[in-house]
C-alpha cells in the first residue's frame, strides 16, 4: 500500500469522525422523535362501572370488549381448588390478557380491632394472589379525619400500613396508594389528611418498603393541582395501578364531589393527554381502569355499560397517537 501523507491522513480521518458523529446526531434524533410505545393495559374492573361479573365472566366480558387486563377478587380466589384456579388461568391466558390489581381487604381507617382482624386474615388472602400470579394490591386513604390531627394519623398510616406491606411483600405483591384530591373531600372533617402526590411520597417514604407506590388517578391528580411534571417525578417502579376518569364541566372544581365524576373523556375537563403521556415516558407498565363513579353507567344493562366503558377507555388511549 501506498503510505499517505500525514496532513491528508488527518483531513480524512476528521472527515470520518465527522460522519460518524453526524450519523449518531440523527440516529438520536430520530429515536427522539419516535413516539415511545405504551406499556400499560387497559383494564375492565367491573365493579368500578357496576357491572355483577364473577372473576370467569370477567375474563370473558373482557375478552369481547377489547380489554387487556382484568381485575381479580382475592377473596374469589381464594376459595378456589387448585383444578378451578388452573382452569381459570388456562382461560386468562387464552383470552391474551393479564391480572390487573385488586382491593385491600384490611380495614386500616377504623379502630385497633378491625386493623387487627383484617391484618390476621391478610396472609390467607395474600397466599392466594401468589397462587394465581397477582402481584398488585391497591387501596385509597381517607384526606381527612374526625379527631386525629395530621401528624397523629400520618403516623397510624405509616405504621398500619407498614404492617399491610410486610405481609403482602412475604408473598410477592406490591401495595399501591391512593391519595384523594378534591377539596370537598379533605375539607370534610375536622382534620385535612394527605391529598397530594408530594404528601403521599412522604408517608412511602416513611413507611420505608420497596413494595409501596403510587395508585394513581387522574381525577386526584387534576384536583390536587399536579400536572404532567408531578408524574415525570416518578418510575415506572413507583406506579402500582391506575385510574381512569373525567370530571364534570357544568361544577365549578372546588365544589366537584368525589362520587360524581365522569367516564373518560366524556368532557375534557381533565388533560387525559398529558396524563397518560407522563405514564408512557416514565414507562409505566401497569393497568389502567375507568373509575367514573358515573351513575347513568351504572343504570345501563351490562353489555351497555361494557361497550360504552371500552370505547371510553379506547378514545382516551388514541390521544396517544
Not at 35 to 50: A, E, S, V
Not at 162 to 189: C, F, I, M, N
Request: charged share 20%.
Amino acid at each position: 500500500m501506498t503510505a499517505l501523507p500525514r496532513r491528508t491522513f488527518l483531513k480524512r480521518a476528521a472527515a470520518g469522525s465527522l460522519a460518524v458523529a453526524g450519523f449518531r446526531a440523527l440516529t438520536r434524533s430520530a429515536a427522539a422523535e419516535q413516539p415511545q410505545q405504551r406499556k400499560f393495559t387497559m383494564d375492565l374492573n367491573c365493579g368500578m362501572i357496576g357491572v355483577r361479573a364473577g372473576l370467569r365472566e370477567s375474563i370473558l366480558l373482557a375478552q369481547r370488549h377489547g380489554f387487556e387486563s382484568v381485575a381479580p377478587s382475592l377473596d374469589a380466589l381464594a376459595k378456589l381448588s387448585d383444578g378451578e384456579l388452573q382452569g381459570l388461568l388456562a382461560d386468562l391466558k387464552a383470552s391474551k390478557l393479564v391480572w390487573g390489581a385488586s382491593g385491600l381487604s384490611v380495614d386500616f381507617r377504623g379502630d385497633e380491632a378491625k386493623f387487627a382482624a383484617g391484618l390476621k386474615a391478610l396472609p390467607t388472602l395474600a397466599k392466594a394472589a401468589e397462587r394465581a400470579g397477582v402481584v398488585r394490591i391497591n387501596t385509597w386513604l381517607t384526606p381527612c379525619h374526625a379527631s386525629l390531627t395530621y401528624l397523629a394519623n400520618f403516623r397510624q398510616h405509616a405504621q398500619r400500613l407498614r404492617e399491610v406491606a410486610k405481609v403482602l411483600a412475604d408473598h410477592g405483591q406490591r401495595l399501591g396508594l391512593e391519595y384523594v384530591g378534591p377539596k370537598t373531600s379533605w375539607t370534610a372533617g375536622r382534620y385535612p389528611f394527605l391529598h397530594t402526590m408530594a404528601e403521599m411520597k412522604d408517608l412511602i417514604g416513611e413507611i420505608g418498603l420497596t413494595n409501596v407506590g403510587f395508585l394513581l388517578d387522574s381525577w386526584h391528580w387534576h384536583h390536587a393541582g399536579e400536572t404532567q411534571a408531578d408524574l415525570l417525578t416518578l418510575r415506572s417502579q413507583d406506579v402500582v395501578a391506575c385510574h381512569l376518569n373525567d370530571a364534570p364541566a357544568d361544577t365549578p372544581k372546588d365544589q366537584q364531589k368525589d362520587g360524581s365524576r365522569e367516564l373518560p373523556c366524556a368532557t375534557g375537563v381533565i388533560d387525559l393527554k398529558a396524563f397518560l403521556s407522563g405514564l408512557v415516558q416514565i414507562g409505566y407498565d401497569g393497568p389502567i381502569c375507568a373509575e367514573p363513579f358515573y351513575k347513568p353507567l351504572r343504570e345501563m344493562p351490562a353489555e351497555q355499560a361494557l361497550t360504552t366503558t371500552a370505547a371510553a377507555m379506547k378514545k382516551a388511549i388514541a390521544l396517544l397517537e
